[in-house]
């Protein structure tokens, strides 16, 4: 079993900055990918950016890209999400999702664990 925690979500302005971080404990792959995804109310989750643990390889969805950086920490299991310049349209509940595996996964239905999310708001 693996456990995923985030943390780092909170009450932002509009152009601000917020930086979150996952960390992942239990049974380890010798490869894996990390994700985040994001819940806004009343839609469907959506794919935000994505990490390879073994070299690295990122990913982002269209609409963060530039803005947002997913980062990793081996040493301590930790993956890192790096917001600026936060819109409204950000704000909704980011999920932290773990797979083993070696390649960059963007569907939510390609990973097996997931975190129990953490809120984040910008305000306008």
């Known amino acids: 079993q693996v456990s995923l925690v985030e943390s780092g979500g909170g009450l932002v302005q509009v152009g601000g900055s917020l930086r979150l971080s996952c960390a992942a404990s239990?049974?380890?792959?010798?490869?894996?990918?990390m994700g985040w995804f994001r819940q806004a109310p009343g839609k469907e989750r959506e794919f935000v950016a994505t990490?390879?643990?073994?070299?690295?390889?990122?990913y982002y969805a269209d609409s963060v890209k530039g803005r947002f950086t997913i980062s990793r920490d081996n040493a301590k299991n930790t993956v890192y999400l790096q917001m600026n310049s936060l819109k409204p349209e950000d704000t909704a509940v980011y999920y932290c999702?773990?797979?083993?595996?070696?390649?960059?996964?963007?569907?939510?239905?390609?990973?097996?664990?997931w975190g129990q999310g953490t809120q984040v708001t910008v305000s306008s």
């Open positions: 990490i390879t643990w073994n070299d690295g390889s990122t």
């Open positions: 999702a773990a797979a083993g595996g070696t390649l960059p996964l963007t569907t939510s239905n390609e990973y097996d664990y």
């Open positions: 239990g049974r380890t792959f010798p490869s894996w990918t």
